[in-house]
């Protein structure tokens, strides 16, 4: 087995100049391994062999025949082995033996090689004018014969190769690159590169421009001339729009605040960024939901309100048509009229208005028409409550809460009526009939049994003259379940729900108001 070991000490000899090589010959038993090398001139072989066996170099006609006379002139090492430097190891093939056990087979050979130095290797190819901390790659051809190359870089730069090729980062310094090509015979001359290191623009100076500003708005941003720049790269925060390549930009602002940077740019590369904080104001968001009642009455008063909108710095309110109010805060004092209709608010501040948030309302309207018959009078709203009042003094008749009222004086009388929490007051209506025969219809009709199942039977119906008779039920909704223009004398109900129900019979002048109740 061949094992190289470079020498690290000069040997003296006229046939060494410049790398070494000790090759190591070992024994087994009477066999010498590796029996057979191939060397370069200038080598060196250390026989390590077992204290009974020597090394003597033979001709090759005793090397044949296993002879053990030595070669005049030839190597011979000790019993033990030896060192056998370059001067006893001329080109051509050593034949030797192990003068005990030549006879037994114990021989081989050494071949020694000429050895030639690699010659100086050709130009230098690469950037002659680098730029600082940029990389690089320096080659020249391959020389013939050379095994390695050695490079030298100026001070600061860094790389290394062995190869006729290397890639470097340049340093900040000028200098010489210089390579040399080697081989076991020693080194080349010397290929010189002069190189100029050239650098980066300087971080560029303050940014100037406004660093807060609405959305959606233009400004001009800029910076002193860098020296040795050609260009400036400007960074812009989300969703701004704007380029140039010069010191200075105009850009339209997006919704987004965040930093303005720009760096200085040459073939060398670009400088550190400088960096502006700009602060982007927007029109303030939507209000939430407007806060208020949705079903009002008329001719009342109410208040409605949204939270505070973050930025926003006054509000717009809009009402239904008719109604009353004011405000420029987050709330609103309003009077409704009759109107249903929508409220809305918008939040203000100097960069714009915000969405509309709407607020739908209705005017609960009380109906409080009046059909007068006579001395009587009869509240047209059904399911609502009542109080029939005296227009003379305004006050409340005692005891006359039904939907209809028989005046026993005359007067002026109207009702205040309550329904879905609202409550209207009817116009005043003049009774002066009393003295008058009261119409034959009211005083003969009677209805029973009342309550009852839902069936219910009218007395003197058929014994009552009239005229365009209409007979009609409603229930507490004002829907009308029951309707005939004949004279009869049964209403059946029996498939209506339980509860109260309002009979009106007609005569064409007159009418007839009663309760139903079907239990």
């Not at 690699?118 to 020249?140: D, Q």
């Not at 020693?186 to 100029?196: I, N």
């Not at 309302?361 to 009587?376: I, P, R």
């Amino acid at each position: 087995m061949r094992i190289k070991i470079i020498l690290t000490i000069l040997i003296l000899t006229t046939y060494f100049t410049g790398f070494s090589t000790i090759w190591t010959v070992n024994s087994s038993g009477t066999t010498f391994t590796p029996a057979t090398i191939t060397i370069t001139v200038g080598d060196t072989v250390n026989f390590s062999i077992a204290s009974s066996h020597d090394a003597t170099e033979v001709s090759q006609a005793t090397w044949n025949v296993n002879g053990n006379t030595p070669l005049s002139g030839g190597f011979q090492t000790p019993m033990g082995g030896g060192l056998v430097l370059p001067a006893q190891l001329t080109v051509g093939i050593h034949y030797y033996v192990c003068s005990p056990h030549a006879s037994m087979g114990m021989k081989g050979t050494v071949t020694v090689q000429a050895c030639t130095v690699p010659s100086t290797p050709g130009t230098i190819s690469g950037n002659t004018s680098p730029c600082s901390l940029s990389s690089y790659t320096y080659s020249v051809a391959a020389v013939s014969g050379a095994t390695s190359y050695t490079w030298t870089l100026p001070g600061s730069w860094t790389g290394t190769s062995t190869t006729n090729s290397i890639t470097t980062v340049a340093g900040g310094i000028n200098g010489n690159i210089t390579v040399m090509a080697s081989n076991n015979c020693g080194y080349s001359g010397t290929q010189t590169l002069a190189v100029s290191v050239n650098t980066a623009p300087a971080t560029p100076g303050t940014i100037t421009g406004n660093t807060s500003l609405c959305s959606l708005t233009y400004d001009t941003y800029s910076v002193v001339s860098v020296s040795g720049a050609t260009s400036y790269t400007w960074t812009l925060p989300t969703g701004w729009s704007g380029t140039n390549t010069t010191n200075s930009i105009t850009a339209l602002s997006g919704t987004s605040s965040g930093n303005i940077t720009v760096k200085a740019n040459n073939t060398c590369g670009s400088s550190t960024p400088k960096s502006i904080a700009v602060t982007v104001n927007t029109p303030p968001a939507t209000p939430g939901t407007i806060n208020g009642s949705t079903g009002v009455c008329k001719n009342t008063t109410n208040t409605y309100s949204v939270y505070s909108v973050s930025g926003a710095t006054s509000y717009v309110w809009s009402l239904p048509t008719g109604w009353s109010g004011t405000s420029s805060t987050n709330s609103i004092t309003t009077s409704s009229n009759s109107t249903s209709g929508n409220i809305v608010v918008v939040a203000n501040n100097s960069c714009g208005s915000s969405g509309f948030q709407t607020l739908a309302v209705t005017v609960n309207v009380v109906d409080t028409s009046v059909t007068q018959s006579g001395s009587m009078l009869f509240a047209n709203a059904y399911g609502a409550s009542y109080q029939w009042i005296n227009c003379y003094n305004n006050s409340i008749i005692s005891g006359q809460t039904s939907q209809s009222f028989t005046a026993s004086t005359n007067g002026s009388y109207a009702v205040v009526i309550t329904k879905n929490s609202c409550t209207d007051t009817s116009a005043c209506y003049t009774i002066s009939s009393l003295g008058i025969n009261e119409n034959q219809l009211i005083s003969d009709i009677n209805i029973y049994p009342n309550p009852s199942n839902g069936v219910f039977q009218i007395n003197n119906m058929n014994t009552t003259v009239v005229n365009n008779i209409k007979i009609e039920v409603y229930n507490l909704q004002g829907e009308r379940v029951f309707y005939s223009e004949k004279t009869i004398s049964r209403i059946d109900l029996s498939n209506q729900s339980n509860g109260m129900y309002f009979l009106k019979i007609y005569d064409g002048y007159t009418i007839l108001t009663k309760k139903l109740i079907i239990q």
